[in-house]
């Protein structure tokens, strides 16, 4: 999955178990846990805040049978009446806005409740707010 918050700040133990998709080949990569070190997720938002200067980073976690992992996420995500769109200072005739503005709470709170739903519902990503022919993601 993508988070579809701003960013998070992992902190985890040396067990692991964090994988990474690398974008070449869609392989799933290993983050090797650094002692006394966090981990930065850039996420949704950043990916439409830069209009795609930086990119959401898909990610899983994979369960170790044999030893308990700990980590603790912090997310951080703005108002819920802020109105997310690419930066106007990054928007040029030579680089138009790849996304349409999108309200982050109604996002939130949609993405959140389709949780819940049956496994066949697709939920609310931001690829639902790109604007026809600005990307080939």
Do not use: C
């Amino acid at each position: 999955h993508k988070d579809g918050g701003a960013l998070t700040v992992l902190a985890q133990d040396d067990v692991g178990g964090l994988d990474v998709k690398r974008k070449s080949d869609g392989e799933w990569v290993r983050v090797k846990p650094v002692p006394y070190s966090y981990i930065i997720n850039v996420g949704d938002i950043i990916q439409v805040w830069s209009n795609e200067k930086y990119e959401s980073v898909e990610h899983r976690v994979m369960v170790n049978s044999e030893k308990e992992r700990f980590s603790i996420p912090f997310f951080f995500n703005p108002s819920h009446d802020v109105m997310v769109k690419p930066l106007e200072e990054l928007i040029s005739e030579e680089s138009p806005a790849k996304y349409k503005a999108y309200n982050w709470g109604k996002f939130f709170k949609t993405r959140k409740a389709s949780n819940f739903k049956k496994l066949d519902v697709e939920n609310i990503q931001i690829h639902h707010f790109q604007i026809s022919g600005s990307s080939d993601k």
